[in-house]
């Protein structure tokens, strides 16, 4: 189950792990966030629906994750 909540700015917060979960559980629950995102985008929207993805834990610097990349997964 994926909960993410959209912010008035439209920037999705959204839990996908602790600090001790390994990078494949991560990696694993990163990219379930995303196709749920992606399958939740509206039919009629135009252009292009993820601009960005940052990642962080609680208090510290966030770090932006290459698109490129994830689609390629």
Do not use: W
């Not at 985008?41 to 208090?59: D, F, Q």
């Amino acid at each position: 189950k994926v909960e993410f909540r959209v912010d008035k700015t439209g920037i999705i917060h959204a839990p996908v792990g602790k600090i001790e979960f390994t990078k494949d559980q991560l990696s694993e629950n990163t990219h379930t966030l995303i196709d749920s995102v992606l399958k939740a985008r509206p039919v009629a929207l135009k252009g292009r629906y993820v601009k960005r993805i940052t990642v962080a834990s609680t208090m510290s610097p966030g770090i932006d994750l290459d698109l490129v990349a994830l689609d390629a997964k």
